[in-house]
């Protein structure tokens, strides 16, 4: 039996869980949570500062001869391209980590995670989106996840800017009214609707974040009968299954479990309910499910792999 340390990492936005597993059927040692770690948002000095804590904590609580030994597995937001797992290797080996490191954009490890390994697929939908899956080849392929701008259907940032967009258009006269102009004036806490305005154009950069967080007063009014929020969420919902249909096609089957993530499909039982509707109207071979297990376990998993073929 493998006795190596398994460490997982979720790095995110707003927080980085590490978790540290004891062997390949061993159990877990270690769990805490530390400062965000995403480079995009904190730079690679930020990022070089977190991991520099998680390194000093782990030498403390394993030795440092231990963490030698070990296999380290990442995941987090923004690692896409060559280039990010490169930023991303080097602050880990700069903070102090000599084992066997490698890193996955978040989605992965969430995928790992969900289903218990690397197989069948996954959908996140919560401040961005993304649809990832394991091909006929065994290959990670991935639709959507390309940001607020540019993709992120069914995201709290879509629901969020198409709220703001029909409380103006409901302001101005355009399309009828909705209970989404008040509810997003009370939401916001702003005076009045053209201070609209200065949220969604602050400091020449989109709030993503800040106009996702809006999302639960949609949907609250989805379930209220809204008509306006109604439009926004089928929209959205719609959008997700797009992107599952064109996942499905890239993995080369029509039947698979698909995994999901993100607080909308987490946390909001009406969201997830009307996706799982639509879902089995277009591809009623996809079995939609809650995670087997979090991110973090499924960068566990990864490292146990990696530690038992070493």
Same mark, same amino acid.
């Given at each position: @039996?493998?006795?190596?340390?398994? !460490?997982?990492?979720?790095?995110?936005?707003?927080?980085?869980?590490?978790?540290?597993?004891?062997g390949?059927?061993? *159990?877990?040692?270690f769990? %805490? =949570?530390?400062?965000?770690?995403?480079?995009?948002?904190?730079?690679?000095?930020?990022i070089g500062?977190v991991?520099?804590?998680?390194?000093?904590t782990?030498a403390?609580?394993?030795?440092?001869?231990g &963490?030698?030994?070990?296999?380290?597995?990442?995941?987090?937001?923004?690692?896409?391209?060559?280039?990010?797992? =490169?930023?991303y &290797?080097?602050?880990?080996?700069?903070?102090? +980590?000599?084992?066997p !490191?490698?890193?996955?954009?978040?989605?992965? !490890?969430?995928?790992?995670g969900?289903n218990?390994?690397?197989?069948?697929a996954? #959908?996140i939908?919560?401040?961005?989106?993304?649809?990832i899956g394991i091909?006929? %080849?065994?290959?990670?392929?991935r639709a959507?996840?390309w940001?607020a701008?540019?993709s992120?259907?069914? =995201?709290?940032?879509?629901?969020g800017?198409?709220?703001i967009?029909?409380?103006?258009?409901?302001?101005?006269?355009?399309?009828?009214?909705t209970?989404l102009?008040?509810?997003?004036?009370d +939401?916001?806490?702003?005076?009045?609707? %053209?201070? +609209?305005?200065? &949220?969604?154009y602050s400091?020449?950069?989109i709030?993503v974040?800040e106009?996702?967080?809006c999302?639960? #007063?949609?949907?609250a009014q989805?379930?209220k009968?809204?008509?306006?929020?109604?439009?926004?969420?089928?929209? %959205?919902?719609?959008?997700?299954?797009? @992107?599952i &249909?064109a996942l499905?096609?890239?993995?080369?089957?029509? *039947?698979?479990?698909?995994?999901?993530?993100?607080?909308?499909l987490?946390?909001?039982?009406?969201?997830?309910?009307?996706?799982r509707?639509?879902?089995?109207?277009? @591809?009623p071979? #996809?079995?939609?499910?809650k995670?087997?297990?979090?991110?973090?376990q499924?960068?566990?998993?990864l490292?146990?792999q990696?530690?038992?073929?070493?």
């Amino acid at each position: @039996m493998c006795k190596k340390y398994a !460490i997982g990492i979720d790095g995110g936005a707003t927080k980085t869980r590490v978790a540290v597993k004891e062997g390949m059927d061993g *159990e877990v040692v270690f769990d %805490e =949570s530390f400062p965000a770690s995403n480079y995009n948002n904190i730079g690679v000095q930020g990022i070089g500062q977190v991991f520099r804590s998680i390194y000093e904590t782990l030498a403390q609580r394993l030795s440092p001869k231990g &963490l030698e030994e070990a296999v380290l597995v990442m995941g987090s937001a923004g690692i896409d391209r060559p280039q990010d797992t =490169s930023v991303y &290797l080097t602050a880990l080996t700069d903070s102090g +980590f000599r084992c066997p !490191i490698e890193v996955y954009n978040d989605a992965y !490890i969430a995928l790992i995670g969900g289903n218990g390994g690397r197989h069948d697929a996954l #959908v996140i939908a919560g401040t961005g989106s993304i649809a990832i899956g394991i091909s006929k %080849e065994n290959a990670a392929v991935r639709a959507g996840g390309w940001g607020a701008l540019m993709s992120d259907e069914g =995201s709290g940032y879509r629901i969020g800017i198409g709220a703001i967009s029909a409380a103006m258009r409901a302001y101005d006269g355009i399309d009828g009214n909705t209970a989404l102009l008040k509810e997003l004036l009370d +939401f916001y806490k702003l005076d009045s609707p %053209e201070a +609209f305005v200065d &949220l969604v154009y602050s400091n020449g950069a989109i709030p993503v974040r800040e106009i996702a967080s809006c999302a639960p #007063v949609v949907l609250a009014q989805y379930e209220k009968g809204d008509s306006a929020a109604a439009e926004i969420i089928e929209d %959205e919902v719609n959008g997700i299954c797009k @992107m599952i &249909l064109a996942l499905g096609r890239k993995m080369g089957t029509e *039947e698979f479990r698909l995994s999901t993530g993100g607080s909308l499909l987490l946390k909001s039982e009406p969201y997830f309910a009307l996706l799982r509707k639509k879902l089995a109207e277009a @591809m009623p071979l #996809v079995s939609l499910c809650k995670p087997l297990y979090e991110p973090v376990q499924g960068a566990c998993i990864l490292a146990v792999q990696r530690a038992g073929k070493d």
